[in-house]
Protein backbone atom coordinates (compact mmCIF):
# COMPACT_ATOMS: atom_id res chain seq x y z
CA UNK A 1 0.00 0.00 0.00
CA UNK A 2 1.20 3.34 -1.22
CA UNK A 3 -0.57 6.67 -0.10
CA UNK A 4 1.52 9.57 -1.94
CA UNK A 5 0.57 13.07 -0.46
CA UNK A 6 1.16 16.33 -2.80
CA UNK A 7 0.17 19.80 -3.25
CA UNK A 8 0.96 21.28 0.77
CA UNK A 9 2.45 25.12 0.93
CA UNK A 10 2.00 27.98 1.77
CA UNK A 11 -1.29 30.22 1.80
CA UNK A 12 -2.52 33.49 2.64
CA UNK A 13 -5.54 33.58 5.23
CA UNK A 14 -8.72 33.49 3.05
CA UNK A 15 -6.87 31.54 0.22
CA UNK A 16 -6.82 28.04 -1.44
CA UNK A 17 -5.18 25.01 -1.61
CA UNK A 18 -5.93 21.52 -2.83
CA UNK A 19 -3.62 18.32 -1.57
CA UNK A 20 -4.07 15.11 -3.47
CA UNK A 21 -3.60 11.37 -2.77
CA UNK A 22 -1.78 9.44 -5.22
CA UNK A 23 -3.21 5.70 -3.60
CA UNK A 24 -1.60 2.53 -4.80
CA UNK A 25 -1.44 -1.45 -3.86
CA UNK A 26 -4.79 -2.14 -3.52
CA UNK A 27 -8.54 -1.85 -4.32
CA UNK A 28 -8.46 2.14 -3.97
CA UNK A 29 -12.27 1.89 -5.98
CA UNK A 30 -13.67 -0.22 -2.80
CA UNK A 31 -11.87 1.77 -0.12
CA UNK A 32 -13.35 4.28 2.27
CA UNK A 33 -10.65 7.10 2.93
CA UNK A 34 -9.94 9.90 4.92
CA UNK A 35 -7.52 13.26 5.55
CA UNK A 36 -6.25 14.12 9.08
CA UNK A 37 -4.42 16.89 10.45
CA UNK A 38 -1.98 17.37 12.64
CA UNK A 39 -0.77 20.95 13.64
CA UNK A 40 2.12 22.06 15.57
CA UNK A 41 2.11 20.93 19.39
CA UNK A 42 -1.53 19.11 19.02
CA UNK A 43 -2.47 15.70 18.45
CA UNK A 44 -3.56 14.07 14.85
CA UNK A 45 -7.33 15.12 14.32
CA UNK A 46 -9.90 13.81 11.67
CA UNK A 47 -10.41 16.34 8.89
CA UNK A 48 -12.92 14.68 6.12
CA UNK A 49 -14.12 11.34 4.95
CA UNK A 50 -15.33 9.74 1.60
CA UNK A 51 -16.84 6.37 1.10
CA UNK A 52 -15.63 4.42 -1.79
CA UNK A 53 -18.27 5.39 -3.66
CA UNK A 54 -17.93 8.92 -3.18
CA UNK A 55 -21.44 9.70 -2.55
CA UNK A 56 -20.72 10.08 1.02
CA UNK A 57 -18.59 12.74 2.57
CA UNK A 58 -17.64 13.49 6.13
CA UNK A 59 -16.22 16.44 7.92
CA UNK A 60 -14.61 18.04 11.12
CA UNK A 61 -16.74 20.79 12.27
CA UNK A 62 -14.08 23.11 12.05
CA UNK A 63 -13.68 22.63 8.34
CA UNK A 64 -17.64 22.56 7.59
CA UNK A 65 -18.32 24.41 4.75
CA UNK A 66 -14.26 25.21 3.47
CA UNK A 67 -13.45 21.82 2.69
CA UNK A 68 -14.15 19.26 0.05
CA UNK A 69 -13.36 15.88 -0.09
CA UNK A 70 -13.57 13.91 -3.72
CA UNK A 71 -12.11 11.15 -4.85
CA UNK A 72 -11.30 9.73 -8.95
CA UNK A 73 -12.01 6.34 -9.02
CA UNK A 74 -11.80 5.70 -12.93
CA UNK A 75 -8.45 7.48 -14.14
CA UNK A 76 -5.91 8.37 -11.20
CA UNK A 77 -6.87 6.67 -7.75
CA UNK A 78 -6.31 9.90 -6.18
CA UNK A 79 -8.39 11.58 -3.04
CA UNK A 80 -8.78 15.55 -2.97
CA UNK A 81 -8.88 17.89 -0.52
CA UNK A 82 -9.74 21.35 -1.80
CA UNK A 83 -9.58 23.56 1.32
CA UNK A 84 -11.30 27.59 0.78
CA UNK A 85 -11.20 30.61 2.97
CA UNK A 86 -7.89 29.03 4.83
CA UNK A 87 -7.21 30.34 8.41
CA UNK A 88 -3.55 29.97 10.92
CA UNK A 89 -5.89 27.66 12.45
CA UNK A 90 -5.55 25.38 9.37
CA UNK A 91 -1.66 25.30 9.65
CA UNK A 92 -0.65 21.79 10.20
CA UNK A 93 0.73 18.23 7.97
CA UNK A 94 -2.02 17.08 6.37
CA UNK A 95 -2.67 13.09 6.02
CA UNK A 96 -3.95 10.63 3.95
CA UNK A 97 -5.68 7.45 5.39
CA UNK A 98 -7.04 3.89 3.90
CA UNK A 99 -9.64 3.90 7.03
CA UNK A 100 -9.56 1.00 8.76
CA UNK A 101 -6.28 0.19 8.41
CA UNK A 102 -2.75 1.29 9.78
CA UNK A 103 -1.76 2.57 6.29
CA UNK A 104 -1.21 6.60 6.59
CA UNK A 105 0.65 8.53 4.04
CA UNK A 106 3.59 10.55 4.97
CA UNK A 107 2.30 13.75 4.84
CA UNK A 108 2.08 17.25 3.83
CA UNK A 109 3.11 20.74 4.98
CA UNK A 110 0.37 23.31 5.26
CA UNK A 111 1.19 26.53 6.33
CA UNK A 112 -1.21 29.59 6.45
CA UNK A 113 0.16 32.52 7.33
CA UNK A 114 0.74 36.69 6.17
Known amino acids: VQLVESGGGLAQPGGSLRLSCAASGFTFSSADMSWARQGPGKEREFVAA?????????YADSVKGRFTISRDNAASNTVYLQMNNLTFEDTAVYYC???????WGQGTQVTVSS
Open 97 to 103: HLLGTLY
Open 50 to 58: ISWSGREEY
